[in-house]
């Protein structure tokens, strides 16, 4: 399993511990991270530290889709895991969120067959950047 690997400098003015909170409210997180969710429900979990989450997704011609979703905060950042089950096979999606020398970093990997990891992978690399920028423009704001 290969990793994609995407950063994003973060403003001198948002200071570590405000990126960190920032990445350890869940809903902006869910927000960030399925900006096509149409629901969201805490399956099991402490939202303050470790908890899974249900999202459903509205997806353009196959309608809605529900996954989960698991997010850990960790000292700085947040974990990141979807598990979902596309038509064509399975999906897992890990993320690690971390503050390092000023940046945003996520690793990902991902595990699927060869289609789904090709069209996960190229959605992380065209979409994750975005994503990034607006959990910072939450920390600048806190």
Request: aromatic letters at 4%; hydrophobic letters at 40%.
């Amino acid at each position: 399993m290969s990793t994609t690997t995407v950063t994003t400098p973060i403003p001198k003015t948002v200071s570590f511990e405000s990126m960190v909170n920032t990445l350890h409210r869940h809903p902006l997180m869910i927000a960030a991270l399925a900006p096509a969710a149409i629901s969201h429900t805490l399956s099991s979990g402490d939202p303050g530290s470790h908890a899974v989450y249900s999202i459903t997704d509205k997806k353009p011609m196959v309608g809605e889709t529900t996954y989960s979703l698991t997010l850990t905060n960790t000292p700085d950042g947040v974990d990141s895991l979807v598990n979902a089950k596309p038509p064509v096979g399975t999906l897992q999606i890990a993320s690690k969120w971390r503050v390092v020398d000023g940046e945003l970093r996520e690793d990902v990997d991902i595990d699927a067959n060869f289609m789904v990891k090709r069209v996960a992978k190229g959605n992380v690399e065209k979409n994750h950047v975005a994503q990034h920028l607006i959990l910072i423009k939450h920390a600048q704001k806190a």
